[in-house]
C-alpha cells in the first residue's frame, strides 16, 4: 500500500468528520421529527377544537346535533372502565411480580409463566377483544359492561405491570432480605413490610404506565360490542336510598352499558359530517391531556427515584 | 425454678402453635400469590381456546382451502367468499409502509442516542420518545386521516381520502419509539471495549457504529425489528379510522383496503348475533391473525439465537 501524504490523511479526516456531523444531523431531524408529530397532533387537535372545549362539552351526552354533542358519557365511561381495570390489574400483576421474584423455583413451572408473560406482551390487543368476547361476555354471561371492559384492559396491561414490579423489586439489594430474616420475619413479613415498600415508586410507575395504555385502548372495547350512542350515566351506588341499607346498589354500575373516550372519538371521526371532526379534535385534546399527563406523572416518579434512591 | 418452668410450658407450646399457624400461613400466601402468576397463564389458554373453538365451527361451514385461496371476501353477503388472502393483502402492505418508515428511523435514532448524543440529549430524548408512544391509536388514526391523508394528496393527487399509505406512514411514527428504544438498549449493552478498540485504529464514531456496534447488536435489533412486525401486524384503530374498511385484494398502498384487525372492529361494530357465521369469521381472522404474530416472533427467537454475540 502506498504510504499516504499529510494532505490525503487531512482529507481522509475530514470526510470521515463529515460523515459523523451528517449522521448526527440525520439522528436530530428523526428525532425531531417525533416532536414535531406530538406538537403537530396536540396542536391541530386544540386549534380545531378549541370552540367545543368549555363546560357544556364536559357536561352534554352525545347527541345527533354536532354542536350540541359532549362526552359526559364517554369520560365517565373511561373513569369507571379504568377503576376496574385497576382494581384488577394491580393486585394480580404485583403477587405475581412478587411469586416470580420472591418466591418462585428455577423450574419448568416457572419457566412457561416467564415465556408465557413475554409472549402475550406482543399479542395484538384486539385479540385480547376477541378473548374477552367469547369469555367475559358470553361464558361469564357479563354482557357488554363496564365490567367486561375493565377486565379486558386489565389482562390487557397485566404483563407490564408484572415486569415494572419485577424490576422494582429486582433492584433492591439482597442484604434487605438477609436483614429481615436474620431478625426471624418470614418470606412474606419481609416482602409486606420491606420488599412492596421499596418497591413501590417503581410499581405506581408500571402501574400508571399501564394504565395510560389502558385509556387509549379503543380496539378490544369495540370488539366486545360496547355501544357507541349512550345518553345515559351507570347508576350512582345509594341514590335512591341514602347511606344504609343501599349494599345491593353499591356496585351496579359494573353491569351497566357504557361508552369510554376513544370509542365516542372513533364514533365521531367515522361520520361523514365534518362538523363532528370538530368534537372528535376536542375530544382528542382531552383524551391527549390525559394519557400525556398520566405518562409525565410516570416519568417524573420514575426521575426522584433515581435521584432519591438511598443504597 | 419448678415456678418457672410450669409457666414457661404453656408459652412454649404457645409459640409453637403460633409457628404453626405462621407455616400455614405463609403456604396460603404462596398458593395465593402462584394463582396470580397463573392468571398468564390462564389467559393465553384462554385465547388459544376461544380462538380455536369458534374457528372449529366456521371451518365446518368452509372449507379451509377455499379459505386460504379464495380471491374474495365478502361473508356478509348473500354470495359469502371467505378469502382471508384479500385481508392479509391489506395487513402485508400497511406493515410493509409502516416498517420502510420505522426501521430506518428507529434504528438512525437508536444509533444516534447510543454512540452520539451527550447524556443530556439522552435523558430528555427518552422521555419524548416514550410519549410519543404512549400516544392512544385512535389520536394516531384522526392525525392519519385528517392531517397525513390531505397533505399526501398534495403531493399525490389521486390519492383517495382512505388509504393503506397514510395509514402506513402513521402506524410507521407509532412503532418508530418502540424499535429507537430496544435497538438503543441492545447497543448499549455492547461493551465499551470494543468500541475503544475501533477508536484506537482510527475509526471514526459513525465507522464504529455501522461495522462494530450494529454487528455486535444483531441479535438485539433484529428483536426490535420483530417487535415492530407484532405491532403492525396487530395496528386496528389507525387502519379502521384511516384506511377504509373495504376488503380490496391489493398490493397498492394508494389505494384503500381492509385488514384482518379492521375487518374485526367492522363486524363488532354491527350487531351480529353470537353463533352465527359472521361472528365466527371474526374468530377465524382472530387465529389467522395470531398465528402471524406467532410465526415472526418464532423467527425473531431463532434469530436472536443464530446470531447472538457473546463477550
Not at chain 1, 361464558?139 to 365490567?147: A, E, W
Not at chain 2, 353463533?275 to 391473525?289: D, K, M, N, P, V
Request: charged fraction near 10%.
Amino acid at each position: 500500500m502506498q504510504p499516504m501524504t499529510t494532505e490525503q490523511i487531512r482529507v481522509l479526516i475530514a470526510r470521515g468528520k463529515l460523515k459523523d456531523t451528517v449522521f448526527q444531523a440525520l439522528g436530530i431531524i428523526c428525532l425531531a421529527i417525533g416532536l414535531l408529530v406530538i406538537f403537530l397532533l396536540v396542536g391541530d387537535m386544540l386549534m380545531r377544537g378549541l370552540d367545543r372545549l368549555n363546560l357544556e362539552f364536559f357536561t352534554e351526552f352525545a347527541s345527533r346535533r354536532a354542536s350540541q354533542s359532549g362526552i359526559l358519557s364517554a369520560w365517565v365511561g373511561t373513569l369507571l372502565v379504568m377503576l376496574v381495570t385497576a382494581a384488577a390489574a394491580v393486585p394480580l400483576g404485583v403477587a405475581a411480580g412478587i411469586y416470580l421474584e420472591e418466591y418462585a423455583k428455577r423450574n419448568w413451572i416457572t419457566d412457561i409463566i416467564e415465556i408465557n408473560i413475554t409472549n402475550l406482551a406482543a399479542v395484538p390487543s384486539i385479540v385480547y377483544g376477541l378473548l374477552a368476547l367469547g369469555i367475559f361476555v358470553y361464558t361469564f354471561g357479563f354482557g357488554q359492561s363496564i365490567l367486561s371492559a375493565g377486565l379486558t384492559l386489565a389482562l390487557l396491561i397485566l404483563p407490564i405491570v408484572i415486569v415494572a414490579t419485577r424490576e422494582a423489586i429486582r433492584a433492591i439489594p439482597s442484604m434487605i432480605r438477609e436483614g429481615s430474616m436474620a431478625v426471624g420475619a418470614t418470606r412474606w413479613q419481609t416482602c409486606r413490610y420491606h420488599i412492596i415498600p421499596y418497591a413501590m415508586p417503581g410499581i405506581l410507575t408500571g402501574v400508571i404506565i399501564g394504565l395510560a395504555r389502558a385509556i387509549g385502548e379503543t380496539a378490544p372495547i369495540i370488539t366486545i360490542g360496547a355501544l357507541t350512542f349512550i345518553a345515559f350515566l351507570p347508576p350512582v351506588p345509594f341514590t335512591a336510598t341514602g347511606m344504609d341499607g343501599a349494599s345491593a346498589g353499591l356496585f351496579d354500575w359494573v353491569m351497566s352499558p357504557f361508552t369510554v373516550m376513544p370509542i365516542q372519538i372513533f364514533n365521531w371521526t367515522s361520520r361523514p359530517d365534518p362538523a363532528f371532526e370538530v368534537n372528535a379534535a376536542a375530544a382528542g385534546f382531552v383524551l391527549m391531556g390525559m394519557v400525556l399527563s398520566m405518562n409525565a406523572v410516570a416519568i417524573w416518579l420514575r426521575y426522584r427515584m433515581r435521584k432519591n434512591i438511598k443504597w | 425454678m419448678s415456678a418457672n418452668s410450669a409457666s414457661d410450658l404453656p408459652q412454649v407450646s404457645d409459640r409453637l402453635a403460633k409457628n404453626a399457624m405462621r407455616h400455614v400461613s405463609e403456604r396460603l400466601i404462596e398458593s395465593v400469590l402462584f394463582a396470580a402468576a397463573a392468571v398468564s397463564v390462564l389467559t393465553t389458554i384462554g385465547i388459544v381456546y376461544v380462538l380455536v373453538t369458534e374457528s372449529i365451527h366456521f371451518f365446518q361451514n368452509v372449507s379451509i382451502v377455499e379459505f386460504l385461496t379464495d380471491t374474495q371476501w365478502t361473508p356478509l353477503f348473500d354470495d359469502a367468499h371467505y378469502g382471508i388472502m384479500v385481508l392479509i393483502s391489506g395487513t402485508l402492505v400497511s406493515s410493509g409502509v409502516a416498517l420502510a418508515v420505522a426501521i430506518p428511523m428507529g434504528t438512525i435514532i437508536a444509533i444516534y442516542l447510543s454512540e452520539f448524543a451527550n447524556p443530556k440529549v439522552r435523558e430528555v430524548a427518552k422521555p419524548v420518545l416514550e410519549l410519543l408512544g404512549g400516544i392512544p391509536t385512535i389520536v394516531f388514526g384522526y392525525f392519519a386521516l385528517l392531517i397525513v391523508t390531505p397533505l399526501l394528496q398534495k403531493i399525490f393527487p389521486e390519492l383517495p381520502g382512505f388509504s393503506l399509505l397514510s395509514a402506513g406512514l402513521v402506524m410507521g411514527i407509532m412503532i418508530v419509539p418502540y424499535i429507537a428504544s430496544l435497538s438503543e438498549d441492545a447497543m448499549r449493552a455492547v461493551p465499551m471495549s470494543m468500541r475503544e478498540g475501533s477508536y484506537a485504529m482510527g475509526a471514526t464514531k459513525l465507522y464504529t457504529a455501522i461495522h462494530v456496534v450494529v454487528p455486535a447488536a444483531v441479535s438485539g435489533l433484529a428483536a426490535s425489528y420483530i417487535l415492530g412486525i407484532s405491532r403492525a401486524v396487530g395496528e386496528t384503530m389507525i387502519l379502521a379510522v384511516a384506511a377504509g374498511m373495504q376488503p380490496n385484494l391489493t398490493w397498492n398502498p394508494m389505494e384503500p383496503a381492509a385488514t384482518i384487525t379492521s375487518y374485526i372492529v367492522q363486524v363488532a361494530l354491527g350487531d351480529l348475533p353470537h353463533g352465527s357465521i359472521g361472528y365466527q369469521t371474526i374468530f377465524a381472522a382472530g387465529l389467522t391473525l395470531l398465528l402471524i404474530t406467532l410465526l415472526f416472533n418464532i423467527l425473531g427467537q431463532w434469530l436472536r439465537r443464530r446470531f447472538r454475540e457473546a463477550y
